[in-house]
Each structure stands twice: as C-alpha cells, then as structure tokens.
C-alpha cells in the first residue's frame, strides 16, 4: 500500500520490565519495520531502574521527536498507564506493543493495509510466536480467528485478539471507552467486551506479527488470587450474560479460573496444549 497513513504506537515500561527485552521490543518497531510509526508514545510507569532509562536515552537519540515521554509519579498499573498514553496519541491509527516482545518487520504494513481495506473493522490483531527468555521458540504458531463473527464466538472461551498484537482505528475507543482498571490485571478482556458490547467490530490478518514472551514471571502475573476471581466473576455476570453465552462459556470460565490458581507446571502445560 502506497502512502501508508500516519499511526501511533502506544507502549508502557515499569520497573520491573527487563532492559534487554525493551531494548529489543523498541527496535522491533522503529529500526526493524517495513513502515515506521510516525509516533510513539511511552509511558514511564512510575521510577525505572537506571538500565530502562538508558534505553530510553538511547531511542530518544535515535527515534528523536517521534519518541514521546509521557512520566507517571508511580507505578499505577497497566490499565492507568494506558489509559494516559492514549490521551497523547495524535493519530487515527493505534498499534499496542509491549515493552518485552518483539513486532515482526511487516507486523505494520500488513495490519495498516488491512484497515485501509476493511473500513468496517475497528481492531485488527495477529497471529504471533512464542518464545522464552532466551529468544527460543517455545510454540510456533498460536492463531486466532479471523472474522468478527467467530472472534464474538471465541470469546465465550477467551480473549478474541492477543492484546499486544492490537492495532486500533481511534474510533474504537469513542465507542468503547478507554483502557479501566475495573479488573486487576484484565483490562484488556475488559476492553474486548466493550467493545462488542458497544458493536466495535474486530478481526485478525493470518500473519505472525508478534513474537510474544512467555517466560517464568507470565506464569507469576497470572498466579494473581484477586485477578483470578475478579475475571471469572465478570465472566460469570456480566459477559456471558450480556453478551448471551451459553452454559459452555461458564465451564470455559471456571475451567481457565482452576488453571490460573493451580501450579506454574499445570499452567504451562495448559498454554502449550490449549493456547
């Protein structure tokens, strides 16, 4: 596609994040693209370590007035940090990234040209890869449906698009809101179910357009006692209710409920065989 329109990416880094994944997680979409975000808009949530801020100094001499910091007073979660960011975004195109996987070189083009050719899609994600601390595959491919109708479907099971793979029309968040901290944790299965709620339309190109990072700390974060119950209740009242699942969708929500309390070795085994 000829005279791709301008985007944003709209990224967050916390203390915790690993510089050496961040490093690569940048690169990925400023130095290793086919099509350059014309923004990017990083939210420091909360203080870093002294090595993500040499990162950032490095890509602020490298990305220049592209690269814009947007500094949280403290660490206020995921949700909060990108509900700021988006605040910031100047462009009609949104493409989420995390700060420690890495984007595919054509991730952009695909996903641009595929919402300039379907006017009627608010959301596009990707297939991905996964791959561990080191860089190793650990799961080639991981896909997920492509069309609106059976993304509406799979979410009676789980989340429709991986949530780093996301690239937005900014009208997607007119109609859906903004990012909430309504569940620990799970703002973006929040974020899905408005925006189906509210008739936002999604889909996914059949393109790997993500390497996505399933290391030992994924399986902490999603040991979470407060997330864990906060998500299956929603699913339980307000999802599958609201959006007229049947009796499946609840087995499906106690079932991923029992596996996101029980051991890092079930829970590995669960997103080898099941993801």
Known sequence: MEN???FSVLMSVYYKDVPSFFD???SSIWLQQTIRPSQIILVKDGLLTED????IKKYIEICGPSLNIISLQRNSGLAYALSQGLEHCKYDYIARMDSDDISTPERFDKQLTFLHKNKDIDVVGSYLTEINENGDIIKELVKYPLENGELREFFSKRDPLAHPTAFFRKSFFMKAGSYTNEINLGEDTVLWYRGFINNCHFANVP????????TNSFYKRRSNWKKSISLLKFRLLTINRRLGYNINADIYAITYFLISISPNFIKKLAYQ???
């Open 24 to 26: 690569q997680a940048l």
């Open 207 to 214: 393109h790997v357009g993500l390497l996505f990072r399933r």
């Open 4 to 6: 791709y329109p301008k």
């Open 273 to 275: 065989f099941f993801r």
């Open 52 to 55: 993500l801020e040499k990162v």
